[in-house]
């Protein structure tokens, strides 16, 4: 009886895929000599809007002499467990622009990831040095927390929650530093 339901979902959806169009696979996107930077950069960002990181990598790294390809491949390393690529990737785009806060955010939740919390903890306070960030005051004290240091989670969690006010996960994290 299984195996009967089972053919015939299949042909429904084989049948579907036929008719209508359908495909369960988004199909690959073609990339010529005649595309621009952006057009070649747009099939990235649409590969990583649908969660296809594999493929959306094979784009952005096609160029790394431009910011944005650059931000794609650190990013997209990043979510695809590829902590130590993103790290490279995040330190071409710092070197290029220092004063772009996201690249040491990227790089310190990838450091985060090999478990380099002081290398983290570091680049989460130049993320607050370049403007405020509630989430820089999350990392921070998520980190304090994990190493014991509740203390110092205290103290980046008041500071955090007195600069926003209305942040849940600030308050979350402020409770269980507290505790």
Not at 25 to 41: A, D, G, N, W
Not at 52 to 70: C, G, I, P, Q, S
Not at 110 to 135: H, T, W
Request: hydrophobic share 35%.
């Amino acid at each position: 009886m299984k195996n009967k339901l089972m053919i015939v979902i299949l042909g429904v959806l084989f049948y579907n895929s036929i008719i209508f169009g359908a495909s369960t696979l988004p199909p690959k996107k073609i990339i010529t000599s005649s595309m621009t930077q952006e057009q070649i950069f747009d099939i990235g960002d649409e590969y990583f809007k649908e969660g296809n990181y594999e493929d959306a990598l094979k784009v952005f790294k096609r160029d790394l002499d431009d910011e944005n390809f650059v931000f794609g491949a650190a990013t997209v390393s990043r979510l695809l467990g590829r902590y130590k690529e993103s790290i490279k990737y995040y330190n071409i785009l710092i070197e290029k622009n220092p004063e772009y806060a996201e690249s040491y955010f990227g790089r310190a939740l990838s450091n985060r990831g090999i478990e380099e919390y002081g290398k983290a903890i570091n680049d989460f306070n130049k993320v607050l040095m370049k403007g405020p960030s509630e989430y820089a005051y999350v990392g921070i004290g998520d980190l304090y927390i994990l190493i014991g240091e509740k203390g110092k989670a205290k103290t980046i969690l008041d500071r955090g929650v007195q600069e926003f006010p209305n942040s849940k996960l600030l308050k979350q994290l402020q409770r269980k530093a507290y505790n």
